[in-house]
């Protein structure tokens, strides 16, 4: 079986670049978003400066006020001349977050969970007070667009301002104490659901690394709106294509509960996997025919890092896990019941004297 084990690693790779893996260099050119991901992951989802600056901030903000919103609220009129006001959802149907230079106000809408609100005022603080190091990342990202740079630098805002509400050691230390659990942070940073795991993925400072998570954001129809593979190295991620057996959807039947999966690719590797449905903020439309999002997280780790988490307590992480592929196209697993294409570039076999329990069978290698 070892002396199988290299074949079948290299079988999955060849698999995996013919029909899920990175999008192409063509690809790339008409998405500004593949650029700015590959980008990304190029820094494996950390950005030391902009952390050390968001700590720093935090610091001082934590100094004056135990109310992170109300000490960014002070810090952003005092220093920057910005009034904060909240606008019924009538005045804003279609808007999170607007800045009225002319006003001097940075207005939020109603809707805005409290989370939602601090995030919002340090991702405009981010805009103020770390254009240095946002403008020196940009730069050195070289982008061959200014759609990519724009989209790169608003995540670098983004991802300040998530550090500054979950600061990295403190982060780290309340995430090994508490062996990650999603709830415990939640309540102990004041962030949602979605604001943590993203932050997961960012821990990987020399000499105080966390896990290596990485975090995909799916919707209903499977398209995925967020990937961050950060220190992971997870195919999964960058794949364009996900199993059905892999229970990313099964979130959205359980609202307000964690789904975990034990799962394995075809090159024998195992990830735990945590499933939670998000709610996405209302985003068009007032009263009832306001239009709702809806959004599923997958937060995973290698399964043999994973005895620590909470959420992993009381599971048998070295017993059987469920067998996936990236997607049909690049699946070789012959005896899936879930198929649905046959692999691409594989020859289709169609025996009428029999019927396996995959509706589609191929030639093997």
């Not at 805009?127 to 670098?156: C, M, W, Y």
């Not at 004041?190 to 821990?203: K, M, W, Y």
């Not at 899936?336 to 692999?343: A, G, K, M, T, V």
Request: proline share 5%; net charge positive; hydrophobic share 45%.
């Amino acid at each position: 079986m070892a002396r199988r084990r290299p074949r079948r690693a290299e079988a999955f790779a060849r698999a995996f670049d013919r029909g899920g893996g990175v999008t192409g260099a063509a690809d790339e050119a008409d998405d500004p978003t593949v650029a700015v991901r590959r980008e990304i992951d190029r820094w494996r989802s950390h950005f030391p400066d902009l952390d050390a600056l968001a700590e720093g901030v935090a610091d001082e903000l934590r100094l004056a006020s135990a109310d992170l919103y109300g000490a960014l609220t002070e810090r952003l009129r005092v220093r920057h001349g910005l009034a904060i006001r909240i606008l019924p959802a009538e005045v804003m149907p279609d808007h999170l977050r607007r800045l009225d230079l002319h006003a001097r106000q940075l207005q939020l809408g109603e809707m805005l969970s409290p989370a939602s609100r601090t995030f919002a005022l340090a991702t405009q603080l981010a805009q103020l007070e770390a254009r240095t190091e946002i403008d020196a990342l940009a730069r050195g990202a070289t982008f061959a667009n200014r759609v990519s740079e724009r989209l790169f630098r608003r995540h670098l805002a983004a991802y300040f301002a998530a550090a500054v509400m979950m600061p990295y050691a403190r982060f780290l230390r309340a995430c090994e104490g508490s062996g990650y659990d999603l709830a415990t942070l939640q309540h102990r940073f004041g962030a949602s659901v979605e604001q943590v795991a993203h932050r997961l993925t960012t821990l990987s400072r020399v000499g105080a690394r966390g896990l290596p998570f990485f975090l995909l954001r799916v919707d209903r129809a499977g398209q995925v709106s967020k990937r961050f593979a950060g220190a992971s190295g997870a195919v999964m991620v960058t794949s364009d294509a996900r199993c059905p057996l892999w229970r990313v959807h099964h979130a959205f039947d359980r609202p307000g509960t964690a789904v975990p999966q034990l799962i394995e690719l075809e090159d024998g590797t195992r990830w735990f996997t945590l499933q939670v449905a998000v709610p996405g903020t209302r985003s068009v439309g007032v009263g009832a025919s306001a239009v709702a999002a809806e959004f599923a997280l997958s937060l995973g780790v290698p399964a043999e890092q994973a005895p620590t988490l909470a959420a992993a307590r009381g599971l048998d992480l070295a017993g059987a896990a469920t067998p996936i592929g990236l997607g049909c196209r690049a699946c070789l697993r012959a005896d899936c019941p879930q198929r649905s294409l046959p692999p691409a570039a594989r020859a289709l076999v169609v025996n009428e004297r029999e019927r396996r329990v995959s509706a589609l069978s191929f030639v093997a290698d």
